[in-house]
């Protein structure tokens, strides 16, 4: 089957029920994407299809057809995503593992919400764990992505 | 293994990485080794740092990135030395050597809140060798005293002649080592004690980072085990048949007490597992049930144990007590649940192997490996990778990740990654113990504790283990006991017993974030809250009395309650609490805020207050503690294990939960630099949280809680 991913078309010989993680990890090789519960409890895999935040570890790939896949490594060629500019200053990440799929889900509710209320990052966030507790930082480079977002910032 | 500086030098032709300044490193006092020796016997050469023809400065770390910021902290202590341009200074993890022993516990490893103080002068003293040796080669080149050379930004001048450091890499490789160096006066200190960003920040942002999970290379397999379904149950046989028909499996191997699924990747692994068929032999005596384990544990409490520390006469000086108090408290077993699921890669050729893993335990993964092979150690290879979270779980003294997948390559033949599923996580064992404590606590007329009588039950983690011969004291494993002893709190207790009780249970259990004060400080500052309204007095203006011989501990807790407004009252339907640790050489004070919401606890906000005597990297320091935090009221609001039959009952994150976004307070930090002997910044914020909390629904609903996780009464639901 075909995958467009990160605005590649690609060729997968995948089984149709094999989660997209998975090919997109194992398969392409884009380990950017983590694994972390394989249930949507954790949110480590998230990435976008035609630009919604999903789960990647209960997505069977077949169910994705034509639409468009972004990943971590499809957010930006140099790192320099608002989001990701974001999550430097504001020194978020410990381990890291987590990051990946909360960037993902910040840049989604960006799209939706360009300046979120602490509500509303709660709401879009909370399914996304860090075991390391970056949460605080999390929440502060959200708002100060919004406002790189708003070219607000530098 | 010794690396050679001819050794290194051939890596550095290899790698392309440009050129190693290799020298001598004479270690400091170490710090749990008292005195200095006359003469410090020299360690054998040694390389923490390689300086390209690029002008690149590079750290090798001795200690895992697993989170902590070690990345950084440690190309701190070498930049503030060696003036490099910051810029240009980038760090790999070291390989498994023996060179990169831990400077106190004698092993490469990461653990103990340690790093930094333990690598404070080996890491400046390499900076400042590297200096050395530049400036003596430019001095030679330009044939002038080297004292008259100055060193800035990566650049070694005199007059108007500049050379950078990657110009003289060369030449100063090729000079003997200084014998010994002057490290900075602090007053002079440029880098440490500055707020600086992660060095690993821009990888783990764009998921370039790799992680042991990350690895993949041609030939790799993946492999997903089948353990035993309950603590205790043994492998007695197996049909593959049906998981050899899934497309992509390739073959079923017996890994220890195990049986692996090799396959193409990891989904077909995943249901290659999920289609055995497995008898397991059920444990002896039907297998750990909690609810049993844990009502013959308070029978236990009720007797003495071991005798941990003892002075005064406590019988009589409890009949002697005004007021007599008697509470227990427990604890679960809880699993660490680090984010990215344990792996290990291994790649077996003749006589040599190759590792790649994210472990805080190199050395001891290296002997395990060598063992389970038949091959010296240093033909194991070990490539650590970040670790997706560590919290101890990468630190077994079996290596049980390590072995088992060495013995899922060596019984495949071909290179294997073994992958854990979160819920092989959960149910894996390796966890806090379980705990109960008894306390019996006399207050004299002021309501002091004159009379303490503590009974600990609970596993110990380094029984059983290589560690028991260095670390039990006389049957007493300090790790189940830390922070009770020495409590600042009975110092002035004229009568104290403390003892423990060490069951075995088939249940395998480790050092967890804090290890020991996990549930000693929840125990001491519950029942010194209770104390203190028994006495009828201030928690904190009770707690800063018996603190009088303690003045860091007075002084953190005083500023975390003036910070936090505790002589204020909060808004109306909130409380707070507090709680001051030491542990790891380090003194964490903090004060909780919280209300009840939805019949839940909700908390608010977390002041803390933390002496770590030097803190290198104030936004480290801070990250670590609002982590600490967040891992301590996840034990403090939901962890828990439960154990039927020896099977794990919880397996994921939906009842095993940890805290979100939306339960996590606004954590705020302040450091006090205490320039007091440096301590750890790791674990020490963890422990005070959960006793904070619970001090703090105290006041709020009288309703004392002495379990973990706290759960409310029905009746303290509805405020």
Not at chain 2, 50 to 78: C, F, K, N, P, Y
Not at chain 2, 639 to 662: C, I, W
């Amino acid at each position: 089957m075909k995958l467009d991913i990160n605005g590649t078309v690609r060729e997968v010989d995948a089984p149709p029920e094999m989660p997209l993680l998975w090919v997109i990890r194992d398969l392409l090789g884009f380990t950017g994407t983590k694994f972390g519960c394989g249930m949507a409890q954790c949110g480590a895999c998230t990435v976008h299809v035609d630009g919604q935040p999903v789960r990647a570890c209960v997505t069977p790939v077949s169910t994705v057809g034509a639409r468009k896949v972004r990943t971590i490594e499809g957010l930006s060629p140099d790192g320099s995503h608002p989001v990701q500019r974001a999550w430097l200053e504001a020194d978020v990440v410990q381990c890291g593992y987590c990051q990946s799929g909360q960037i993902m889900t910040t840049v989604a509710l960006l799209e939706q919400r360009p300046d979120p209320t602490d509500t509303e990052i709660d709401a879009a966030l909370s399914g996304n764990i860090c075991r390391c507790g970056t949460y605080n930082r999390i929440r502060e480079a959200v708002h100060l992505a919004a406002k790189l977002s708003r070219g607000g910032g530098k | 293994m010794t690396l050679t500086r001819r050794e290194l030098l051939r890596t550095s032709v290899t790698s392309a990485a440009g050129l190693i300044v290799a020298f001598q490193v004479v270690p400091r006092v170490a710090r749990a080794a008292g005195p200095a020796p006359a003469t410090p016997p020299l360690p054998p050469a040694n390389a923490f740092l390689r300086i390209g023809t690029d002008d690149s400065v590079t750290v090798l770390l001795a200690h895992s990135e697993m989170g902590q910021g070690s990345w950084t902290g440690l190309a701190m202590l070498v930049g503030e030395e060696l003036e490099c341009d910051w810029s240009k200074i980038r760090c790999e993890h070291a390989p498994a050597a023996p060179v990169y022993a831990h400077p106190v516990f004698g092993m490469q490893m990461t653990g103990g809140s340690s790093a930094q103080w333990s690598e404070f002068d080996r890491y400046r003293t390499v900076g400042a060798t590297a200096k050395d040796m530049l400036v003596r080669a430019a001095a030679a080149r330009w044939k002038v005293p080297p004292g008259s050379c100055k060193v800035a930004n990566g650049v070694v001048s005199h007059g108007k002649d500049q050379l950078s450091f990657g110009k003289l890499a060369e030449a100063a490789m090729k000079l003997a080592p200084p014998k010994s160096v002057k490290l900075k006066d602090p007053k002079d200190w440029k880098i440490i004690g500055t707020k600086v960003r992660r060095l690993d920040g821009p990888a783990k942002v764009d998921g370039t980072a790799k992680f042991g999970m990350d690895v993949q290379f041609p030939g790799l397999r993946t492999a997903v085990i089948a353990r035993p379904p309950a603590f205790g149950a043994k492998l007695a046989k197996f049909d593959a048949s049906a998981a050899l028909k899934i497309p992509g499996v390739e073959q079923v191997v017996q890994a220890g007490n195990g049986v692996a699924v090799v396959a193409k990747h990891f989904w077909a692994a995943k249901l290659g597992r999920d289609a055995l068929q497995i008898d397991w032999t059920p444990p002896e005596g039907g297998g750990v049930e909690t609810a049993r384990m844990l009502a013959d544990y308070r029978e236990k409490a009720k007797t003495p144990g071991a005798e941990v520390k003892k002075h005064g006469d406590v019988g009589a000086a409890m009949g002697n007590a005004k007021t007599k108090l008697v509470s227990q408290y427990e604890f679960p077993y809880l699993a660490h649940a680090p984010m990215e699921p344990l792996n290990c890669a291994v790649k077996i050729d003749g006589d040599r192997c190759e590792i790649w893993t994210g472990t805080q335990f190199q050395t001891n993964d290296q002997m395990f490996a060598a063992k389970i092979l038949g091959i010296k150690p240093e033909n194991v290879t070990l490539h650590t990778m970040f670790l997706g979270g560590g919290f101890g779980r990468r630190a077994t003294p079996t290596s049980d990740f390590v072995s088992e997948a060495v013995l899922t390559a060596k019984a495949a033949g071909v290179p294997v990654k073994v992958v854990w599923t979160r819920e092989d996580d959960i149910r894996g064992g390796y966890y806090r113990p379980a705990f109960v404590h008894r306390i019996q606590a006399g207050l004299d007329e002021q309501g002091r504790p004159v009379a303490w009588d503590h009974v600990v039950v609970g596993q110990s983690i380094v029984a059983g283990t290589p560690f028991e011969g260095m670390m039990m004291q006389h049957g007493i494993d300090p790790l189940s006991v830390e922070g009770l002893a020495d409590s600042p709190y009975l110092e002035s207790a004229g009568a104290l017993r403390v003892s423990l009780h060490t069951p075995k249970t088939a249940v395998p259990v480790l050092w967890w974030r804090s290890v020991g004060v996990t549930h000693t400080a929840f125990a001491m500052e519950s029942m010194i809250d209770e104390a203190a309204h028994a006495a009828g007095q201030d928690p904190l203006a009770y707690r800063i009395a018996l603190l009088k011989d303690k003045p860091r501990h007075a002084a953190a807790l005083q500023l975390a309650a003036d910070k936090a407004g505790w002589s204020s009252p909060p808004a109306p339907g909130r409380a707070r609490g507090l709680a001051v640790q030491e542990s790891f050489g380090s003194i964490a004070a903090e004060v909780a805020e919280v209300s009840i919401e939805h019949g839940r606890i909700r908390v608010h906000a977390v002041t803390c207050v933390i002496d770590c005597g030097t803190a290198v990297n104030p936004l480290a320091v801070e990250a670590q503690v609002q982590g600490s935090v967040a891992y301590g009221l996840s034990a403090a609001l939901y962890g828990k294990l439960t154990l039927a039959g020896g099977r794990v009952q919880e397996s994921n994150f939906h009842d095993y939960p940890v805290v979100r976004m939306f339960d996590m307070p606004k954590v705020t930090v302040h450091v006090i630099q205490s320039k007091a002997k440096m301590g750890g910044i790791g674990e020490p914020a963890t422990a005070p949280i959960a006793p904070a909390v619970a001090n703090a629904v105290f006041a709020l609903t009288k309703q004392r809680l002495r379990s973990l996780p706290l759960q409310l009464a029905d009746e303290a639901k509805g405020s």
